[in-house]
């Protein structure tokens, strides 16, 4: 067990639809870092939060949102779906970023 | 180009044998080099890092960074049953990192 949570652990909704993933890093982290991994892609990096800011921001579509909140929890934001969408949805959380440790995932699907 | 590119197998051993997992990258600035393990699509876990070039070793496991020709290798001796999994690996520059792909490994008692 990281000590990183995520909910839901699976997640099955319609093309067009919009959903929240949750994020609660471990105790004491500051960074929250999101990554999507799909068969085909590998794993993904989206983007990166330091205690409430942006800090860094990889391949996240403009349909895709996140948000630290003052708690360090995170919530990853993901609209007008597609079918591609479908991937699991990996939160980690660090002190350092060169030690970074994965939360359980979020399957979604898309139908 | 992609950033890190790696094998994805699947590679097959008997229990016992030594296993050699390798990537290469692109990106010459990147300095810290680490290989995840992940189980059944379960969260990748931290397995081992290096910093800049050389060997670092643990356990059953042991890192390797050549950074004249890019190339990184997770070297795992004696392997084990419970050593099958997707090993990735993941250089980056200390602030964000790039996975590779996977290499599905399973070790056969």
């Known amino acids: 067990d990281s000590g990183v949570t995520q909910t839901p652990k699976h997640l099955i909704t319609a093309t067009g639809q919009r959903v929240t993933l949750r994020c609660s890093p471990r105790s004491g982290d500051l960074s929250v870092y999101w990554y999507q991994q799909s068969l085909d892609q590998g794993l993904q990096f989206l983007i990166q939060?330091?205690?409430?800011?942006?800090?860094a921001k990889g391949n996240i579509l403009e349909r895709f949102s996140a948000q630290q909140f003052p708690d360090l929890h995170s919530e990853l934001n993901l609209s007008s779906l597609e079918l591609g969408d479908s991937a699991l949805y990996f939160c980690?959380?660090?002190?350092?970023?060169?030690?970074?440790?994965f939360g359980p995932g979020t399957r979604l699907t898309v139908l | 180009q992609k950033e890190v590119e790696q094998d994805p197998g699947p590679l097959s051993v008997p229990e016992g044998a030594i296993v050699s997992l390798n990537c290469t990258y692109s990106?010459?600035?990147?300095?810290?080099f680490m290989w995840y393990r992940q189980y059944s699509r379960k969260g990748p876990e931290l397995l081992m890092y290096t910093y800049s070039s050389g060997n670092k070793e643990d356990g059953r496991f042991t890192a390797q960074v050549d950074k004249s020709s890019k190339y990184i290798s997770l070297f795992i001796r004696d392997s084990q049953p419970s050593d099958s999994a997707t090993y990735l690996c993941a250089p980056g520059d200390g602030n964000q990192f790039y996975f590779g792909t996977g290499t599905s490994l399973t070790v056969i008692p």
């Open positions: 990106n010459s600035a990147f300095q810290y």
């Open positions: 980690a959380s660090s002190v350092r970023s060169d030690t970074q440790y």
């Open positions: 939060y330091y205690n409430g800011e942006e800090r």
